[in-house]
Every structure is written in C-alpha cells, then in structure tokens.
C-alpha cells in the first residue's frame, strides 16, 4: 500500500491538517516522508492506529506530553496509564463540582439588587467545644508545628525550613487570626481566601528577610465558622477529618507525592503510609513560589466532630485509630491528648499538631472551648 498524502491522512485519523503539523514539530507524530521541495509530508497506513490512539486521548483531554508517553507504552502499560490519568481527572472534577455547588448556592442567595440577603447573625445558634495539642515529638530537634483553636477559626500548619527560624506556620495562621473578629456567612470564602493571600505575603517576606529562609514554607489546613455555615481552605498534607453519625470522613485532599500515585493508581493507601518520599509536597505556602489552596463551603450539623492535624498524626495513625478515639465519647481535651499520646508512643518520627472541635447547640452541654494556640514546647498528655 502506498504512502497517503497529509489530507488523506488526516481524513483517515480524525486529526486536521493542522494538527498534523503540530504533532510533527513536537515530534508526537512523524510522516515518514517529507518533500524536498513542496515541504509536503506523506504517512504511512501502518501509522493509522497511533494517529488514531492520539485522536481518542485529546478528546479525553490529556495534554501532549502525556500523549507522547502512552504512545511510546506496551499497550497493557498504555491502558493502565490512561486509567490512572482519568482517575486523576475524576480527582479535579469533584473539585470544581464543589466550586461550582458553592457558587450556584451563593448566587441564589442575592436578591435583585446583588445584595447579599443571609442573615449576618447565627440564626441556627450552633457554637464549638474545642480543643488543641502540639508535640515536638521523639525524633525532631524542634517544633515547627503550630495550630490555633477559636470560636471562629481553627487551624493547623505543618512548617518547614531551618531550626531556630520563626516558623512559617506560626506566621501563616497569625494571618489568619484577624477572622476571629467575625465575618458574614456569605462572605465566608472570599474572607478566607484574602487571609491566606495574606500569610503567602507574610512567609514571602520572611524568606526574603536572610538567604538562609529562602526555603521556608508551611502547610495551611484552616476552618472558619459562622452560623451553620463553615469554610475550609487547605493546602499541603495537614487534614480535616469529619466523625458524622458514627462515620469518619477525610474531606481534604493531600497535595503530595504520594497522594497523586495514590491517585493514579501507582500506589495503594497503605504503601503511601510508609513510602519514602510521603513528606514531598506538590503545594505549600512557599518562600520561593505560590500555591492555590484548595478552598470549600460545608454545612454543619449539631453532633459532628472535626479533626484537624498534621502529618506527624495521621501518618503514625490508621484510620482505624482515629476513628475509635474520636468516636470514644471523651471530651475534646482528653481526645487531643489521647491522639498525641498515641502518636508518641508509635514513635513519634515527626512533630504533631491537632485540633478536635465538637459542633454543639448551646445550653445542651459547655458550648465552647477558651481559644488559644499551641506552639514549639512539647505538652504532657
């Protein structure tokens, strides 16, 4: 069979002309023949079934790069890499279905006029008992931990960066700090949003105050309340588990390593626990770059429990673990402190920190906790 012009080919594979083109100077898809002259290129048939593949992955919407990878694979190894690059699609469009969700509800919320028409007081009169615990650990020479407890705000965020440096996660959640003032439930992500471009600015200026912190950096896992209504912001490995009706939920999503393997299929949940490249992250409030933070709208209800902690906690403890403490009926003080007690006796490789924060209705039990934050000295547990 005879070579097929770039139009014959073109009509054969689905690709336009200019696609063709395209795939020919990125080196994705070659003709065999080029003309000296008229520059015209020429394909052969055999070259169908790969024109073919790249047509069905850019419908798919996977990018060049990663076409070229599934091309060049033994097709059982081409098959398990496009299953892993669609899981990782699923992944982004639950993001933006929340996104969206949270967007459809807020414009519902506004009269004719664009005016917010949400009561600003808490006319569901829920409150918070709360509570939190740091711990320096068995293994780190420091802390650099660092979590906050409020009627408002509860936070958590996992620092890194030089000894002896103030830690970028006690300059990340003092950013933050402001929100306790009280914010309207309809402005509760756009506040929230504005406080986490504030620490980005903050740990900036710390890395840009000595060479030395050039490379300072914080995860940031944050709940801000109002009324029924809470608003999560969460970037790097800290999380947020919900206990609901007897049920343990994680409802953040790492930015790391090991959770995008996890993600794609490479790596099962239990081998990303003791993986050795578990402490790489894809997102952080950074010294020398950005990160956009995953930011959510929840709505609470009177009984449920939330957790937030670093990776020192939940890497030590199985979900198994957390649940049985947090579904143990203690009070949040002693919850916090049975959590850090555990992590410390299974080794403790790393600093923990962790809020426990029960949603209430007042007058039904101590309706909240003293707010305080928790820093670099370990606590008896």
């Known amino acids: 069979m005879g070579l097929l012009t770039i139009g014959a080919f073109a009509r054969a594979s689905r690709l336009s002309p200019k696609a063709l083109r395209l795939y020919d100077e990125l080196g994705l898809l070659r003709p065999v023949r080029v003309d000296p002259v008229s520059g015209y290129r020429f394909y052969h048939p055999d070259q169908l079934e790969v024109a073919r593949l790249v047509a069905w992955l850019r419908r798919l919407g996977m990018p060049l790069a990663r076409i070229r990878v599934v091309c060049e694979l033994p097709p059982a190894d081409a098959a398990r890499e496009v299953a892993a690059y669609w899981r990782q699609v699923e992944v982004d469009i639950e993001s933006r279905r929340n996104l969206a969700a949270f967007l459809t509800d807020q414009l519902s919320r506004k009269d004719s006029s664009g005016k917010d028409t949400e009561m600003t007081e808490e006319p569901t009169g829920l409150a918070i008992r709360y509570a939190v ?4 650990g068995l293994v780190r020479e420091s802390n650099q931990d660092f979590a906050y407890a409020g009627s408002r705000l509860l936070a958590v965020a996992d620092g890194f ?3 002896g440096a103030p830690p970028a996660s006690a300059v990340a959640i003092e950013a933050l700090k402001p929100l306790e003032s009280g914010v309207p439930a309809g402005d509760l992500l756009n506040a929230l949003q504005d406080a986490v471009h504030n620490a980005d600015v903050a740990i900036r200026e710390l890395g840009a105050s000595d060479p030395a912190l050039a490379g300072v950096g914080t995860t940031l896992t944050a709940m801000l309340w109002s009324g029924s209504q809470l608003a999560l912001v969460h970037v790097g490995d800290s999380r947020v588990y919900l206990l609901r009706d007897g049920e343990l939920f994680q409802i953040t999503h790492d930015h790391s390593v090991v959770q995008s393997l996890v993600d794609e299929g490479r790596l099962t ?27 959510r709208l929840h709505e609470a209800r009177p009984g449920d429990r939330y957790l937030l902690c ?23 003080d002693t919850t916090v402190g049975r959590l850090v007690q555990a992590a410390v006796a299974a080794g403790g490789p790393d600093n923990i920190a962790c809020v426990v ?3 209430v209705r007042p007058g039904t039990d101590r309706d909240a906790g003293g707010g305080h934050s928790a820093a670099a000295r370990r606590q008896p547990v």
């Open 133 to 136: 615990r740091t711990d320096r």
């Open 357 to 359: 924060a029960d949603v």
């Open 161 to 163: 960066g030089p000894y």
């Open 269 to 295: 949940p239990e081998e990303a626990m003791s993986h050795p490249q578990r402490a790489i992250l894809l997102r952080a409030l950074h010294a020398g770059r950005g990160a956009e933070p995953d930011l």
């Open 310 to 332: 670093s990776d020192g906690l939940h890497t030590v403890l199985d979900t198994a673990t957390l649940h049985e403490v947090l579904a143990g009926g203690d009070d949040p």
